[in-house]
């Protein structure tokens, strides 16, 4: 894993975690784990992961939002899968290697009601719709996932 995929993922984890209030404070919370991260850095790091500050009852707060991550990740997710196949009760999804269970788990996030749930393993997602009727319009909906261009 590369550095720049340890610090957005240990970002992400402090912020769902602590509560994180200025840039100086997560800055600082990573330089106590050793990773080193400049201010401007560390911008560009919420942009990508689509960083937001909110306010709360106890004052700022710097939080995930959902729907930003989301369109971000998504750009993403159609270099990685390969192929979608499916049988009259299952869609399977070849990815590059290592990267199912990040699919299965932005698959799961979309909360799509024609789907159960997803099986991620190393390089195969396993989906299980809600029923077989359900396989035309997953299989499109991972097409479309395929085919979707950066930045749109």
């Known amino acids: 894993m590369s550095s720049k995929l340890k ?27 050793g990773i080193q991260v400049t201010q401007a850095t560390l911008s560009r790091d919420f942009a990508e992961l689509g960083v937001i500050r909110t306010f709360t009852e106890y004052g700022p707060r710097y939080i995930l939002d959902a729907h930003e991550s989301g369109k971000q990740i998504a750009k993403l997710i159609g270099f990685e899968i390969i192929s979608v196949e499916n049988n009259e009760s299952m869609v399977l999804i070849r990815t590059l290697a290592g990267r199912a269970q990040g699919i299965a788990h932005f ?13 991620g393993g190393d390089d195969t997602v396993l989906i299980i719709p809600s029923s077989h009727k359900n396989i035309p319009s997953i299989v499109a909906l991972i097409k479309k996932m395929m085919t979707e261009q950066v930045g749109s």
């Open 7 to 33: 610090r957005l993922n240990r970002i992400k984890e402090l912020l769902n975690s602590k509560t994180i209030s200025s840039h100086e404070g997560l800055v600082k919370l990573l330089s106590d784990e």
């Open 107 to 119: 698959i799961d996030r979309l909360n799509n009601p024609e789907i159960l749930g997803t099986v």
